[in-house]
């Protein structure tokens, strides 16, 4: 079975400064998409970011990145330049190539601090 | 254009009633999810949707649990005899496929808060 590990329950960060979110995950597949998805207190799952593992060069998105290590089964967020709007719960998730439901960590709780 | 929606967005219930959760997709997405999310997880696959039909339904919990989607838009989670334990957000999601490339990434809805008292 596929599981999904945040081991930060919590983090925190400055406005302006950088934070890294750390994500790993437990799978045989070769094959698999991760996803970082952020979630406000309005509760609704935005994506951030996506990575296809075939793919060795590493997802951006502006000031979201990703350090994906296959081989480690790592995948962590850095979120650059931190802004007050960033502060919500981070979901990592995985999902193997050909299936289609998706497993989810239990989450980090980023807060900003101004 | 709209994104998902679900209805009611809170629902309080008593132990052994019945519940119908509702979910919009966004329009011309062809797949549909559901996920239950209880307090302090992560989402919780339930069951995915390919067109009318539940092309996989292997994480419903027990035979309490049913969902439809009979046009192949809107669908409905139905929760019979609803226990404690049932009480979570139950969120929906839709990707325009259920292919690869991205056309597969899924939106998510702002889920319902269920309560079972």
């Known amino acids: 079975a596929q599981t999904v590990t945040q081991s930060q329950p919590e983090m925190s960060v400055q406005e302006a400064e950088t934070v890294t979110l750390s994500c790993t995950y437990d799978t045989s597949e070769s094959d698999y998409y991760l996803f970082w998805y952020k979630q406000p207190p309005s509760r609704q799952m935005i994506l951030v970011i996506r990575?296809?593992?075939?793919?060795?060069q590493n997802a951006t998105e502006n000031r979201f990145s990703v350090n994906f290590q296959k081989a480690a089964k790592s995948f962590s967020l850095k979120i650059s330049d931190s802004q007050l709007g960033d502060a919500a719960m981070y979901f990592c998730a995985y999902r193997k190539y050909n299936n289609n439901d998706m497993r989810f960590g239990a989450g980090t709780r980023l807060t900003v601090k101004p | 254009g709209a994104g998902v929606s679900q209805t009611p967005s809170n629902k309080v219930t008593e132990k052994g009633k019945y519940v119908e959760l509702r979910c919009d997709p966004i329009s011309g997405h062809t797949a549909l999810y559901w996920y239950r999310q209880s307090l302090g997880q992560g989402p919780e696959f339930l069951i995915y949707?390919?067109?009318?039909?539940?092309?996989?339904d292997s994480g419903l919990p027990n035979d309490r649990f049913f969902a439809v989607r009979p046009e192949g838009s809107v669908s409905t989670l139905k929760i019979q005899r609803t226990e404690r334990g049932d009480s979570a957000v139950y969120l929906c999601?839709?990707?325009?496929?259920?292919?690869?490339?991205?056309?597969?990434?899924?939106?998510f809805g702002p889920g319902t808060r269920l309560t079972v008292l």
């Open positions: 949707f390919q067109g009318t039909g539940a092309a996989d």
């Open positions: 999601a839709s990707s325009l496929t259920s292919a690869g490339g991205g056309s597969d990434t899924q939106y």
């Open positions: 990575q296809e593992a075939y793919k060795q």
